[in-house]
């Protein structure tokens, strides 16, 4: 597939429990972004990566939640000691660079439920 | 502070009827300007932007909108609107510069009457 990709799909968990979500991104694509999109609400932005550092991380929450992205593709969204409030879609979007001009193209996201 | 607001949280219209879809944006500096699409299990699907240059920009699936820079306006219409175009709608503002992080309305859900 040529898209972005994102795994699991749904994810379950319980509150205080750790959790790690993935983003493939398209193949070449530089540029890749974490959104959370809380019910009847917009995405919001979580933290930018361009290349493997990350070069806005001023969407995260708190320290709870840290992303990584070691090789410059796929990146992990980590989530430590969930809460409830943590329940959401997670998006993950990748351009080919990370200039305003280009394109984000969007997975499919991860519903996360905190019970 | 940056923001985008779209007024209506829900439409419905008929089957062949016009659509617009308003959109409000707040932000500092030239904004890029966006419109995306959301269907039940579906990611988020660009329709159109607008950087620069004329002001009606044409998208995907007989949308356009149209910049209105003394409104703050980026309103996003279809003449004749299909069943299919039942989704929800997300207008965004972003950056010019290094990099785009956008900044998403709360969206408008559309509803097509048969």
Same mark, same amino acid.
């Given at each position: 597939g040529a898209g972005v990709s994102q795994t699991p799909s749904n994810k379950v968990t319980e509150k205080g429990k750790y959790v790690e979500l993935r983003c493939d991104p398209i193949s070449g694509h530089t540029a890749l972004y974490w959104y959370r999109q809380s019910l009847g609400q917009g995405p919001e932005f979580l933290i930018y990566f361009q290349g493997t550092g990350a070069? +806005?991380?001023?969407?995260?929450?708190? +320290?709870r939640f840290f992303a990584v992205r070691p090789e410059g593709s796929v990146s992990t969204l980590k989530i430590q000691r969930t809460e409830r409030g943590d329940s959401a879609v997670y998006l993950c979007a990748s351009s080919f660079k990370g200039g305003g001009n280009n394109e984000q193209f969007f997975g499919p996201g991860t519903r996360l439920t905190v019970l | 502070a940056q923001s985008v607001t779209q007024p209506d949280i829900h439409i419905t219209v008929s089957e062949g009827a016009s659509l617009e879809l308003r959109c409000n944006y707040s932000y500092g500096a030239t904004p890029y300007l966006f419109w995306y699409v959301q269907s039940p299990g579906q990611g988020l699907q660009l329709l159109l932007k607008y950087f620069s240059g004329d002001t009606l920009v044409q998208g995907i699936k007989g949308f356009e909108a149209e910049f209105k820079r003394s409104q703050s306006s980026f309103n996003l219409r279809k003449p004749s609107v299909h069943w299919s175009d039942a989704a929800e709608y997300f207008c965004a503002v972003g950056g010019s510069g290094g990099y785009n992080k956008l900044i998403f309305g709360a969206g408008t859900r559309l509803a097509v009457h048969p």
């Open positions: 070069a +806005d991380d001023s969407g995260l929450p708190n +320290d | -």
